[in-house]
């Protein structure tokens, strides 16, 4: 059975906002969940713990970033990655939920 289970839903479960809320994600009305771009570790989205939650304004937080992936560390703390193109966001993706860890992007600016 696979580790990750995609999100498949319209709205995020109140537990995935408060993960998310930890390291304030949505700080801003512009930045938004891609759907088709959310997993969850656990039985069901309302019970997940650890979440991979990809949004749509990574400017914020790095120059010329188009995504944001947001995921959950080994101890438990929140990481985040900036990327800035689609294909390296799916091989980073990828990555993450088979290894663990995501990628560097070679298309990174500042």
């Known amino acids: 059975m696979e580790k990750w289970k995609k999100f498949d ?17 949505f700080r801003n009305d512009s930045v938004h969940w891609i759907k088709n771009y959310v997993w969850y570790e656990g039985e069901t989205p309302e019970t997940a713990t ?23 560390l080994p101890d438990g703390t929140m990481g985040a990655q900036a990327i800035w193109t689609k294909k390296h966001l799916n091989k980073s993706l990828e990555n993450l939920k088979t290894f663990g860890k995501t990628l560097p992007d070679p298309d990174y600016q500042t």
Do not use: R, S
């Open 9 to 25: 839903g319209k709205q995020l479960p109140l537990n995935a906002h408060n993960w998310a809320q930890e390291t304030d994600i």
């Open 50 to 72: 650890d979440w991979i939650i990809v949004t749509d304004d990574g400017w914020y937080y790095k120059v010329m970033a188009e995504f944001m992936i947001w995921y959950t």
